[in-house]
């Protein structure tokens, strides 16, 4: 439990921050209720309420702050492409099974809670921070393409992302091995392999 008197000094923000991502990751980003993150933040019902104004807000700024960490992961594997675009790219994909994996009550509020990441400037701007290192780093991968036979690389970024999720969600949790022989990582790799070298990104 974090200690009350840290929140004297301006910490009882993050403290419910904290206490919320460890809350949805026990019981799903649907179930948790405001009271119930004030008590494991150790603070009274009403607390809350001196930096919120209500679950959703609280709930946006886990979202937001995990999409700060996981734009910074993401951006950080690539590394402008080097040494090779194609090992940077796939240091990507397991940046984003790290981040699934390693901060899971941000990553379930970020994407199975609902909320509407348009109707929030600050976590829109934090979710679009994410999307574009995907899409900056599709297109330098399809510098190798003529201009004219590039695909657009949002529609890359995309795929490569619903891809990674889809990967987190069937087969990052539980037993491993429960659904799928393959590790997470081969099947992330294999696939976005097959997909950019259907695209041409790549060669055989």
Do not use: C
Request: hydrophobic share 45%.
């Amino acid at each position: 439990m974090p200690d009350r008197k840290t929140y004297h000094h301006g910490n009882l923000r993050q403290a419910l921050v904290e206490a919320t991502a460890a809350l949805i990751q026990e019981t799903g980003p649907l179930a948790f209720t405001l009271s119930e993150a004030a008590r494991r933040a150790g603070v009274s019902p009403a607390a809350p309420y001196r930096h919120f104004k209500g679950r959703d807000d609280l709930l946006e700024e886990v979202a937001r702050q995990g999409f700060l960490d996981f734009a910074d992961r993401l951006e950080r594997a690539f590394d402008g492409g080097q040494p090779r675009p194609l090992a940077a790219f796939m240091r990507m994909g397991q940046a984003y099974l790290d981040f699934a994996a390693e901060q899971p009550g941000h990553y379930m509020a970020m994407f199975e809670s609902g909320l509407s990441i348009a109707g929030n400037a600050d976590l829109s701007a934090a979710s679009e921070r994410a999307q574009r290192a995907l899409i900056d780093a599709a297109e330098i991968m399809a510098r190798r393409l003529p201009a004219d036979r590039r695909p657009p690389a949002r529609m890359v970024a995309n795929h490569i992302w619903a891809l990674s999720h889809g990967v987190v969600e069937l087969f990052s949790r539980g037993k491993p091995g429960g659904r799928s022989p393959v590790s997470p990582s081969e099947m992330l790799e294999s696939g976005a392999l097959i997909y950019l070298r259907g695209l041409g990104l790549i060669g055989e």
